[in-house]
Each structure stands twice: as C-alpha cells, then as structure tokens.
C-alpha cells in the first residue's frame, strides 16, 4: 500500500457564519485578481444594477469633534457612483484617451480583516481592510490604504457588492489620480 492510498480524508464542520466568511473570503480574493489582472468589465459584473460605490473625504479633526471626521453621503467626496458611472470610469479605461492610465497601472490588492454580519432580507454586511500597492512608469509608485464597508446581495445565486464604502486612511491623496479601482 502506497503512501497516499493511506491518506485519511478528513471532514471539517463549520457553523453558518464560518462558512460565509469562507464563502465571502473566496469572493473578495477573486474580486481582488480581477483588479489587478485589469478584468474591469467582469469586475462591474460583481455589482448590482443599483450600487452606489461612495468614498468620502476624511478630514483630520479634534477628537472631541470625531463625528465630523469623515464627510456624509450627498457632502463632498472622492467617489459618489452609481453602475452607470462605474461603466463609464472602466469603458473609458479603454478608449486610450484615459492618459493617466496609458500605460496602464500595474497594482496588487491585497484584502483582509474580513468580518462578516448577516442582515435583514438575506444581505450582509462585510467590513474589510486593504493595501494596495500601484506602480505606473519608471518611478511613479504608491501605497494606499483603509478599509471597505459593503454590503452584498445574492442575485441569481452570486454575491454581489449593492454598496461599497471605501474609507481611506490618508486624508491627502499624494497621487496623481485616482484612476485605480479600490
């Protein structure tokens, strides 16, 4: 008998939250590939028809002032999208006229910190934290990092992002551009 005729199979039991944690890690690490392999268009597929992807300006406030630190959905922000705004950023991407990204950027998203809630109607809520690293011509590099608040929705048996928050956590972006998807 060989070495591996003799290998146990070995059967984990998981509650339902470890297995939707299991369930939404696999979804962002695909998510994440598919940025940095610059697969946009199967990337807007992981959206709802009515996502919002919002992402605020953070401001550096007193603590006593804590509740001002970061701006409300309708205030100025960095991102405010909607699907069709989202089309439009990734469909100019490629049309060769987006010239901050030409050549394009190569990045690494790197997502973790996963913590997952299950809400009313079958949504979660998913709170994540991210690095991602940038790198465009020769010298031009950036390291940028916070966390996503999301919430998901199952549709037609897929998760899929019906809310994104994304939270930097610099409050100056020393970028360029922001032309990278976070």
Not at 14 to 42: C, G, I, N, S
Not at 69 to 98: F, H, K, N, W
Not at 152 to 157: I, S
């Amino acid at each position: 008998m060989g070495k591996h005729a003799s290998a146990k199979v070995t059967t984990v039991t998981v509650t339902p939250r470890q297995a939707l944690w299991l369930e939404l890690m696999a979804f962002y690490t695909h998510e994440a590939w598919l940025l940095d392999e610059r697969k946009f268009k199967e990337w807007l597929d992981l959206f709802t028809d009515d996502v919002l992807y919002f992402m605020p300006r953070r401001k550096n406030v007193l603590r006593r002032e804590a509740h001002r630190e970061v701006t409300p959905l309708g205030d100025l922000s960095l991102i405010e999208d909607d699907r069709r705004y989202l089309e439009m950023r990734v469909a100019r991407l490629e049309t060769g006229m987006a010239w901050g990204e030409d050549p394009p950027s190569r990045t690494r998203h790197l997502i973790g910190n996963l913590v997952a809630e299950p809400l009313s109607k079958g949504e979660v809520k998913a709170k994540t934290a991210f690095l991602v690293y940038r790198s465009h011509l020769e010298t031009d590099h950036q390291l940028l990092a916070g966390s996503r608040e999301d919430v998901l929705r199952r549709v037609n048996g897929a998760w899929k992002i019906a809310k994104r928050t994304v939270l930097l956590d610099a409050n100056v972006l020393l970028d360029k551009n922001l032309s990278i998807f976070l």
